[in-house]
């Protein structure tokens, strides 16, 4: 099976710094990628995303990252707030119709 | 704008029973994929539904099934349920076609199924 995967399961950080969540991906195939953060009683919603031809993307306050050669996503979040606190998972695709989720990180934010 | 609705929002069942979750897509999505999240895990694919037919499907038992309506609207069945069953179950639409951001999956609020 697939195996994506996150480096760190929890992360805290204080309200205003920059945070950054890793994520591993097994399948060299695979060409498409999104983080979605997942609050407490919600389905997943989408942050960005990022296709294989590039390295780098920019959103509002975030940013994912894309290492082929070791095969690592990262998402950063800059001036971190309270409303971030969530689970994040990276999912990754080489069809575009099945995604292969990690584990997730819990990210909280101290005030 | 309403997006990826899913009922019921919880259920209870016990093993042996069947159940059914629907889903309505976000407006203008044509294609329905469905989600297992266990607890403390990442969601895992069950199947996709495209044209009213199953597209893709994870490695889930035959138990497990689905169809998809004219309306784009589907449902999940599940048969003869175990305690493992026991999970958030997510409905997510998108749109088939090409170009960027097509598959980005939209994601409803989820099915939490315990089975007893």
């Known amino acids: 099976g697939e195996s994506v995967g996150l480096h760190l399961p929890t992360l805290s950080v204080q309200e205003g710094d920059n945070s950054i969540i890793n994520c591993a991906y097994s399948?060299?195939?695979?060409?498409?990628f999104i983080w979605y953060k997942q609050e407490s009683g919600k389905g997943p919603q989408f942050i960005i995303d990022?296709?294989?031809?590039?390295d780098k993307r920019q959103g509002q306050r975030v940013t994912v990252l894309l290492n082929k050669t070791v095969k690592h996503l990262s998402l950063q979040i800059a001036a971190t707030q309270p409303g971030d606190s969530a689970v994040y998972f990276c999912a990754e695709t080489y069809t575009g119709n099945q995604f292969y989720f990690g584990t997730g990180t819990s990210l909280t934010v101290i005030p | 704008d309403a997006g990826v609705t899913q009922s019921p929002t919880h259920l209870i069942k016990t093993r042996g029973q069947q159940v059914t979750l629907r889903c309505s897509p976000k407006s203008g999505h044509d294609t329905v994929s469905w989600y297992q999240q266990a607890l403390g895990q990442g969601p895992q694919f069950i199947f996709q539904y495209y044209e009213e037919e199953e597209r893709q499907r994870g490695n889930f038992p035959d138990r497990f099934s689905g169809h998809q309506f004219p309306n784009y609207s589907s449902e999940l069945n599940v048969n003869a349920l175990l305690l493992g069953d026991s999970a958030l179950y997510l409905c997510?639409?998108?749109?088939?076609?090409?170009?960027?951001?097509?598959?980005?999956?939209?994601f409803g609020a989820g099915s939490r199924l315990t089975v007893l």
């Open positions: 997510a639409s998108s749109l088939t076609a090409r170009g960027p951001g097509a598959n980005v999956l939209t």
């Open positions: 990022i296709r294989s031809n590039m």
């Open positions: 399948n060299s195939a695979s060409d498409y």
